[in-house]
């Protein structure tokens, strides 16, 4: 188990009115430099259904796709401890401080990305915010019983 920081900031702009909060990023993520770098993460996939465009490659691709759709992307953690990719290995969280996102760009409404995401936002931040977050189906690959159009279909709500 190690001790990381989150490697990668946030993906904003003064046109984002939906921020998508996921857990800490992956060993591939945080090789890769960017937000679900794994290749077996649909959640690039299931964005590009939700917009019919296709799916963007490289991390300005994603960035642009983030940003072009008036999104906001970032982690609920800032740092923690980990084994490998484990999200139930993760202990010792230090929460990101979402507030200057919330402060800078007209967030209309959070969205979290798995229920562990989802824990971590009702204990870290939500007592900061005040601001509930809205649930959706993980887009790991662990998440097996999800098919990409059933995940596609739940996160339709972001468009």
Known sequence: MSRLKH???P???ERSTRL???TFP???SREAGFFYGHP???FWKVLAIV???DVPNTTDEKRDFIISHGLALWDVIAECEVTGSSDASITGV???DIRPILEFAPIERVYVNGRLAESLYNKYILPQTGRKAIYLPSTS???AAWSLERLAKAWSVIR
């Open 7 to 9: 490697p990668v900031g």
């Open 11 to 13: 993906v904003f702009s």
């Open 20 to 22: 998508i909060l996921g």
């Open 26 to 28: 992956s060993p591939a």
């Open 40 to 42: 077996q993460n649909r």
């Open 51 to 53: 917009f019919g465009e």
């Open 94 to 96: 230090v929460p990101n």
């Open 141 to 143: 690959p662990a998440n």
